[in-house]
T-cell receptor
Framework: GDSVTQMEGPVTLSEEAFLTINCTYT??????LFWYVQYPGEGLQLLLK?????DKGSNKGFEATYRKETTSFHLEKGSVQVSDSAVYFC????????????FGRGTSLIVHP | DTAVSQTPKYLVTQMGNDKSIKCEQN?????MYWYKQDSKKFLKIMFS???????INETVPNRFSPKSPDKAHLNLHINSLELGDSAVYFC????????????FGPGTRLLVL
């Protein structure tokens, strides 16, 4: 079945540091890929998505590129802020299946001033 | 305006009790979902409804019974609560079953004592 593997957290960075959160996936079809963010005490929000190979999703300074050859969708940001502290979920949706997202286990990001 | 709302936000109760969680979305979406997030942040789909009809029912104990009075509302009733039911329950919606992006509510934090 489909699965998503994320790097374990927490990831702890200083403000303005470069962020990478790794995500790899396994899917039988041609999935769409997502990053969701969960701020403390809130529900998940869509951060960015990519629907086909080589697409780049971007939002709020975050970027991720759909790499079919390495089955990866790593999240990057050039300069993190304290307000980016949250849990980040990588997910895939198999457009040949039920469309219900399969979520990774989440990676907690803590940014210190 | 809140897109997906849930009540209550917090629920503390004794083992054996029966409780309900309510969810409403004002996005005009056709499809709604219930997810359970455990203490390690793992997110698991429980149910999905499309236009008031149950379309996905994952392996969930019979003590959990969803009800959708109309397509804007999806409630979750839990009978005979157990310690292991303690978790955060998220409601979500999407435009339709084939729309991948999900919109989450703020969550209901259930603690069973």
């Amino acid at each position: 079945g489909d699965s998503v593997t994320q790097m374990e957290g927490p990831v702890t960075l200083s403000e303005e540091a470069f962020l990478t959160i790794n995500c790899t996936y396994t899917a039988t079809g041609y999935p769409s890929l997502f990053w969701y963010v969960q701020y403390p005490g809130e529900g998940l929000q869509l951060l960015l998505k990519a629907t086909k190979a080589d697409d780049k999703g971007s939002n709020k300074g975050f970027e991720a590129t759909y790499r079919k050859e390495t089955t990866s969708f790593h999240l990057e940001k050039g300069s993190v802020q304290v307000s980016d502290s949250a849990v980040y979920f990588c997910a895939l949706s198999d457009t040949g299946g039920s469309y219900i997202p399969t979520f990774g286990r989440g990676t907690s990001l803590i940014v210190h001033p | 305006d809140t897109a997906v709302s849930q009540t209550p936000k917090y629920l503390v109760t004794q083992m054996g009790n029966d409780k309900s969680i309510k969810c409403e979305q004002n996005l005009g979406h056709d499809t709604m979902y219930w997810y359970k997030q455990d203490s390690k942040k793992f997110l698991k789909i429980m149910f999905s409804y499309n236009n008031k009809e149950l379309i996905i029912n994952e392996t969930v104990p019979n003590r959990f019974s969803p009800k959708s009075p109309d397509k804007a509302h999806l409630n979750l009733h839990i009978n005979s609560l157990e310690l292991g039911d303690s978790a955060v329950y998220f409601c979500a919606s999407s435009l339709r079953t084939t729309e991948e992006t999900q919109y989450f509510g703020p969550g209901t934090r259930l603690l069973v004592l």
